[in-house]
T-cell receptor, first 113, second 113 residues
């Protein structure tokens, strides 16, 4: 079975540019999570969706960040405009609501110059 | 200049020895806990979980112990192998049905051959 799929795996961009990260959750999972991992702050939850509906976005750093889940098999995390401090590894995870265990994708390593 | 970041504790063990990784959690109402393993360049990988109505759970070569009195969680790895070298995270559920996990800072496990 395919796990969580993320693209791109690596992204290098310049400050001010728009960045879009993509995620395909495990088929049948109805909860999706976006995390950010940095050396400074560790692994932080940014936002999560249940049945394509955003439930908690309290971890989203600021208005430059937005996330969507138009259907059960696709989600995007967008940063516009990007800043150097956004450089991090961004993970997507999915789970079956009610069972708790979250399965992580391989991550997108973002570098904003 | 010197970069500042999370200073992760490191556990170094000899191949074949048992490893014990500890974690203190913060919320006495947390009812579900997970251990994840993260290898370099990869996303966190589920190892084992435990619900708060249990104090011990065993998997293949791994055991998780939960002490709710002191809010402490431990992961025991038997006969540690070089492939066990990674960063290990505990996570506690603070949301409904495991939908919101808070991750610890992590512990680096180094296995010496």
């Amino acid at each position: 079975d395919a796990g969580v799929i993320q693209s791109p795996r690596h992204e290098v961009t310049e400050m001010g540019q728009e960045v879009t990260l993509r995620c395909k959750p495990i088929s049948g999972h109805n909860s999706l999570f976006w995390y950010r991992q940095t050396m400074m702050r560790g692994l932080e939850l940014l936002i999560y969706f249940n049945n394509n509906v955003p439930i908690d976005d309290s971890g989203m750093p600021e208005d430059r960040f937005s996330a969507k889940m138009p259907n059960a098999s696709f989600s995007t995390l967008k940063i516009q405009p990007s800043e150097p401090r956004d450089s991090a590894v961004y993970f997507c995870a999915s789970s079956l609501r009610g069972l708790g265990t979250q399965y992580f994708g391989p991550g997108t390593r973002l570098l904003v110059l | 200049g010197e970069s500042v970041g999370l200073h992760l504790p490191t556990l170094s063990v000899q191949e074949g020895d048992n490893s014990i990784i500890n974690c203190a959690y913060s919320n006495s109402a947390s009812d579900y806990f997970i251990w994840y393993k993260q290898e370099s360049g990869k996303g966190p990988q589920f190892i084992i979980d435990i619900r708060s109505n249990m104090d011990k759970r065993q998997g293949q070569r791994v055991t998780v112990l939960l002490n709710k009195t002191v809010k402490h969680l431990s992961l025991q790895i038997a006969a540690t192998q070089p492939g066990d070298s990674a960063v290990y995270f505990c996570a506690e559920n603070i949301g409904e049905y495991g939908n919101k996990l808070v991750f610890g800072a992590g512990t680096i496990l180094r296995v010496k051959s």
